[in-house]
């Protein structure tokens, strides 16, 4: 197995990467963690298309880096066409093209598809392995060709993701990303939030005349929700476990993740908290974005429960 993958720190040129290889070798799972470290990944592509999908950089902004799958059930698959297309492609001096193969022995496919069930797409109503040596032999020029070849035989799906992550991670052509949320439990909860932190356990301000009105990025609020004995406490509590969590899921190719402080309503408690948690990662390092759902939303009685 070689080891080609680009770099990305100061190069500028657009990065297409072609993924291709045997059918049930694990193309999808490849380009799902791709999609997850940041590239735009785009499967089943007619690769004779590729020229107008990519175009040609007029500027010198960064082009969104593209991952391309195909296969033998690629829409006008042929083998030497799509190599003297993609010569023809990295000749360009604003791209720079990786071809990716994956590989994985006939017998651990033929295992795999009976164990699905599934129909191999060049099997055509005869045995599996049929079709297996079949596609095999349509595909081995491109094996030949391509810079990175992926053996897949022994891998279990998680093993194969890390594999793509260490390939590929260092080419990943953006950070993980950081959204910080507040929102009323009320209006219901976020759905794509990917940590969720009730912030119900603080005296809600909603129920102090001065405060209702206000919402958490108002000072007085932000005073009222500090004075309460708890919030100190588990405000370290969870910025510490943030600072765990982060890098790890960074180390993990995650292209974003979401923190959602909850309240009841979403104006104060959740707000406040939210606005202070952004301010703590950005003196640990982090760049977070902070979405206020709810801040907009009216002050109501009917939904903010009993006083405390």
């Known amino acids: ?145 391509a810079d990175v070849v992926i053996d897949t035989s022994e891998f279990s799906s998680n093993q194969l993701q890390q594999n793509v992550r260490e390939q590929f991670g260092g080419s990943a052509p953006q950070s993980m990303s950081i959204i910080i949320s507040s929102f009323g439990f009320a209006r219901g909860t976020p759905p794509l939030a990917d940590l969720v932190f009730d912030m119900r356990f603080l005296d809600n301000p909603h129920w102090i005349e001065d405060l209702r009105e206000q919402t958490g990025l108002d000072k007085p609020v932000g005073d009222h ?23 790890r899921y960074a180390a993990q190719g995650k292209s974003y993740v979401n923190i959602a402080f909850g309240c009841t309503g979403g104006r104060h408690r959740s707000v ?12 640990d390092g982090f760049s977070p974005t902070v979405i206020h759902r709810n801040l907009a939303s009216r002050a109501a009685d009917e939904i903010e429960g009993p006083k405390a």
């Open 1 to 145: 197995m070689t080891n080609d993958s680009p770099t990305t720190t100061t190069d500028r040129r657009q990065h297409i990467l072609l993924v291709t290889g045997l059918s049930g070798a694990g193309k999808t799972t490849a380009l799902r963690v791709l999609e997850d470290l940041g590239w735009e990944a785009i499967d089943n592509f007619p690769i004779r298309l590729l020229g107008r999908l990519i175009g040609r950089s007029g500027s010198d902004e960064q082009r969104t880096p593209l991952a391309i799958g195909f296969d033998s059930r690629t829409r006008g698959f042929v083998p030497q066409d799509i190599i003297a297309k993609v010569k023809e492609l990295s000749e360009r001096d604003d791209l720079l093209v990786t071809t990716v193969f994956l590989d994985c022995a006939s017998g651990e496919l033929e295992r795999r598809y009976n164990e699905t069930r599934r129909r191999h797409p060049m099997a055509q109503g005869r045995p599996v392995r049929v079709g297996i040596q079949a596609e095999r032999e349509l595909l081995e020029p491109l094996r030949r060709w």
């Open 225 to 247: 929700i500090r004075s309460d004995p708890a919030f100190d406490t588990a405000f370290a509590q969870i910025r510490a476990l943030l600072g765990t969590l982060l890098p």
């Open 272 to 283: 406040f908290t939210a606005a202070r948690m952004a301010d703590a990662l950005q003196e």
